[in-house]
Nanobody, 117 residues
């Protein structure tokens, strides 16, 4: 089993920054991808950014140039640096770990990000 614990959410004004962290623990495959998803009220959960173990990244168009995903493999931790935040970034952000050999998905409990205008 894999456990994911997120931290770093909060309330920020438009134009501000936040950094989310996701620490993974448990039986973690050496081949995995970590990512951040978000879900706003009344909307479907959507991918924000993802990163493989070797550092290949993928971003939603809406966050390109503003958000940066990174990871520390030694700490099994992923980060999401969010700059130039907009009110439309308001959502619950969920950390995800995809175990590639088994294609199992693990989720964190979510952390609220609120951007005021």
């Amino acid at each position: 089993q894999v456990q994911l614990v997120e931290s770093g959410g909060g309330l920020v004004q438009a134009g501000g920054s936040l950094k989310l962290s996701c620490a993974a623990s448990g039986t973690i495959s050496s081949s995995n991808a970590m990512g951040w998803y978000r879900q706003a009220p009344g909307k479907q959960r959507e991918l924000v950014a993802s990163i493989t173990r070797i550092g290949s990244t993928n971003y939603a168009d809406s966050v390109k140039g503003r958000f940066t995903i990174s990871r520390d493999n030694a700490k099994n931790t992923a980060y999401l640096q969010m700059n130039s935040l907009k009110p439309e970034d308001t959502a619950v952000y969920y950390c995800n770990l995809n175990d590639i050999p088994t294609w199992r998905n693990y989720w964190g409990q979510g952390t609220q990000v609120t951007v005021s205008s």
